[in-house]
């Protein structure tokens, strides 16, 4: 069950900062966060440096938050809206300028023009908008759930909807002009969890895990 945190927040805290203090508390490593959860050692520095802008586009920076807060066994959802209030409190406001109206007269069809025009732009952005809320299709090929491996690395292959950005265990890869991706991925002798995540712009992302034991070719001869 996830803890309540009772951190008293100043204008320069972030959900990074929070993060790093109870890492520390429990006596982890920033190494030991990054081998449970599969995010690279750099991208959990950014995090708890607030760096935000040296992570993957997309929603990346939620997506890591909840799996660092997970492995602390603290309130992912608090976290979030911590992390939600210091962007706001960092974006500087803007004062609307007063649009100056001429007082001249337009031709009933010139109206009737512009308000298909208008109307037609309003379902074209919410159609995009609609598009990029949905989370996209993922498949994955391979590997299965359970494989085992006596190669030091393994293909990852699979398939996302055409123009979905693709990342595995945080590392982006490129997609192609179908929507199919192939990576291969290094293992390390024991357990490996390959993620996969497709990502949209606005969407929630679509995750898929897949367990993977690498057994060393000497390590598998001398069972036998």
Known sequence: MSRFLTYNLSQSSHAGEILQTERRRQNLSLPAIGHITGILLKYLKAIEDGNWSALPEGNYRRYFIKSY????????????????????????????????????????????????????????????????????????????????SVSAVIKVRGQTQVGTPIA???????????????????????????????QKTYSQPTIISRQVIYWPTKSVSLIK
């Open 69 to 148: 807060a997970g492995v602390l066994n603290i309130s992912a959802d608090k976290l979030l809206a911590i992390d939600a209030a210091s962007s706001l409190s960092h974006k500087p406001l803007t004062i609307a300028k007063p649009i100056k109206i001429a007082n001249t007269s337009v031709h009933p069809y010139r109206l009737i023009l512009a308000g298909g025009v208008v109307a037609a732009v309003i379902v074209y952005l919410v159609s995009a908008a609609w598009l990029n809320l949905v989370p996209p299709r993922l498949q994955l090929f391979e590997p299965t759930d359970g494989q085992t």
């Open 168 to 198: 595995i265990n945080g590392q982006a890869v490129e997609v192609s002009a179908s929507g199919e991706f192939a990576q291969e991925v290094p293992l390390k002798p024991g357990v490996n969890i390959i993620t996969v995540m497709a």
